[in-house]
């Protein structure tokens, strides 16, 4: 079957590598472990036990009852899950369309994983941490995403996005399931002028060694290039003020690291 083309999509970064992929993703954590415990009951005010055996039979949540039968009992990411697929369904989305959202979610899934569903839970975890809202968004298309608030903005304003969206907030949900106010300050979530002049390093391709100190007023952000080339080491050294080059030779062949440090002032 021919694959179509995404209308859709964040712009790739390492972030997501390293944090889900290098890190969640593989990890034994007790955090995996607190949000796959099967604890919580749905009362029928919530989701009768008629429509909840619908969702069932439509591969919506997972039914792991002996035989099908009894009264089951869900984890915390299950129960976000549910409170994702209640306000989706009070958006008009029927089945089909949230199955399709719940099969992008369970993309990373496997039966050697603590996580039930890795991509969610990992989200989940961030969005207990994070002052940074976390979204799912559903496409026109029926596509989905979710991520950060940042890559979804950085999307926008590239044109990676070029549908219109449902967006359920994932920070704001956690706290309905756990019957609380949500503590984010939407109008302060904004990346941090430290976090700013990190990824600004990060994504700069001549750099390959980002180090951060801090002081009592200042963080002092390290970066640091390799270079073969002794013409283009110190060319760069030239343009870079405030810089310093030193020769390091092994083996009777010589590379040039060029530092250069830089100043940011803490807040608060």
């Not at 970064?13 to 919580?40: A, C, M, P, T, V």
């Not at 029928?44 to 039914?63: F, K, Q, T």
């Not at 939407?186 to 700013?196: H, P, T």
């Not at 970066?223 to 310093?244: C, P, Q, T, V, W």
Request: with cysteine; charged share 30%; glycine share 6%.
């Amino acid at each position: 079957m021919e694959r179509l083309e995404r209308k859709n999509t964040l712009v790739a970064n390492d972030w997501f590598d390293l944090n889900f992929l290098g890190d969640f993703l593989r990890s034994d954590s007790k955090i995996k472990e607190g949000l796959n415990e099967q604890k919580y009951t749905i009362k029928d005010e919530v989701i009768s036990s008629r429509v909840l055996n619908h969702w069932y039979e439509a591969g919506i949540v997972s039914d792991n009852r002996p035989n099908g039968k009894g009264w089951k009992k869900f984890s915390f990411s299950e129960m976000v899950w549910i409170k994702i697929v209640i306000k989706l369904r009070k958006f008009g989305l029927d089945l089909k369309r949230i199955k399709a959202v719940k099969d992008k979610l369970d993309i990373y899934n496997s039966e050697e994983n603590i996580s039930k569903c890795p991509l969610l839970d990992f989200y989940i975890a961030l969005a207990k941490v994070s002052n940074e809202p976390i979204r799912l968004l559903v496409f026109e298309s029926g596509e989905s995403e979710i991520a950060r608030q940042t890559e979804i903005d950085i999307a926008c304003e590239l044109g990676t996005i070029t549908e219109d969206f449902i967006s359920i907030d994932i920070s704001n949900l956690l706290s309905t399931v756990l019957n609380g106010k949500s503590k984010l300050d939407y109008l302060n979530y904004q990346v941090s002028d430290i976090a700013k002049e990190v990824e600004r390093s990060i994504f700069n391709e001549g750099i390959q060694s980002v180090t951060i100190k801090l002081n009592d007023k200042d963080y002092i952000i390290g970066e640091d290039y390799f270079i073969k080339d002794k013409k283009r080491a110190h060319n760069l050294k030239g343009m870079l003020e405030h810089a310093s080059l030193t020769e390091n030779t092994v083996n009777g062949k010589s590379t040039y690291n060029v530092k250069l440090k830089r100043k940011v002032k803490r807040k608060g």
